[in-house]
């Protein structure tokens, strides 16, 4: 019955837990404990052990595709009270905010079934399960890696720090666009489309050099401020990167130039349970359900509930 009950926790709201017992198993459980046992079964999951962040010694699959993105979850924080005797009104306590959950996947090519990892913590941690990720799916000393992601600086370095001369890092295609719709907007006001078109096919040639002397051409004054100078952010943004450009060559390859499978991969993994209107996350607790929703997506839930009955046995 706990196996049915973290089910419904890990898709549904401790609140509609009781809801789903009564009409599919006839049983009355209070939400409270449904939830208890619930986070009893994510916590265990988050701390079970886990593989060393290193490259096996094996020669691993040939290629392996790899995409990281962030998604900001609502959290929630309540002061302690280091004397257990005082009362504290904890709702004038509470403090809410948001916290990035950084997804990562990874699969070898033509594969519809990523493994998934992600976690709350710091750029090393996102490195580290970003590596555990890519050995699940069969990294080993001969895989190259092809990254994807949004141009954040962290993310390229974890990529080199964590795959060396075997990770290669890509700038997601569609957020370079951004940049340069922007730009456009302001140099071919009337021809914004055209001019947009031009500049991606330019960069889809690694004629990444064409783009920016067009956009040289145009650059704002150092009087402009920032958030008023699209055409400086664009050529700013692209010369900043250098080599996470090159687009050729994984068309070639017919390896994607973007990172939209992580994006829509949030909505299912993360998002459509722990970004639910009016619902706030202690931390600890949105750390642990990120993680059985993980080991959920990754198909490894039959896995964990063998291994409880085994232990128990």
């Not at 009087?223 to 990167?241: E, K």
């Not at 959920?296 to 063998?306: I, M």
Request: aromatic letters at 8%; one cysteine or more; charged letters at 25%.
């Amino acid at each position: 019955m706990q196996r049915a009950i973290v089910d419904f926790g890990a898709d549904a709201p401790a609140a509609r837990i009781p809801q789903k017992l009564k009409e599919h198993y006839g049983i009355e459980v209070c939400a409270s404990t449904c939830w208890s046992i619930v986070l009893q079964h994510a916590q265990t999951i988050d701390e079970c052990p886990k593989a060393a962040a290193q490259i096996p010694e094996r020669d691993g699959v040939a290629q392996l595709i790899a995409e990281i993105d962030g998604s900001m979850i609502p959290v929630v924080e309540m002061a302690e009270s280091n004397d257990p005797s005082a009362k504290v009104d904890r709702r004038k306590t509470r403090q809410v905010g948001w916290k990035e959950a950084r997804l990562s996947l990874a699969h070898t090519p033509g594969s519809v079934t990523p493994v998934f990892g992600a976690t709350v913590g710091p750029p090393d941690q996102v490195g580290e399960t970003l590596l555990r990720t890519a050995v699940q799916a069969g990294l080993g000393r001969k895989t190259q890696v092809h990254a994807v992601s949004d141009g954040a600086a962290w993310i390229a370095d974890q990529v080199s720090e964590q795959f060396g001369l075997h990770g290669h890092f890509l700038v997601d295609f569609y957020h370079v666009c951004d940049y340069l719709t922007a730009a456009g907007k302001t140099i071919a006001s009337t021809a914004a489309r055209a001019w947009l078109e031009t500049q991606k096919d330019r960069l889809k040639q690694n004629r990444l050099q064409d783009v920016l002397d067009e956009l040289q051409r145009f650059v704002e004054d150092d009087t402009v401020p920032d958030d008023h100078a699209p055409v400086r952010a664009a050529h700013r943004y692209l010369t900043n990167r250098p080599g996470q450009f090159n687009y050729r060559d994984a068309l070639i390859a017919e390896l994607p130039i973007g990172s939209g499978e992580v994006e829509s991969a949030h909505r299912y993994v993360i998002q459509d349970r722990l970004k639910r209107a009016g619902a706030w996350w202690k931390l600890k607790n949105a750390k642990h359900m990120l993680a059985l929703r993980v080991c959920r997506a990754n198909q490894e839930w039959d896995s964990y509930w063998q291994s409880r009955r085994q232990q128990a046995a």
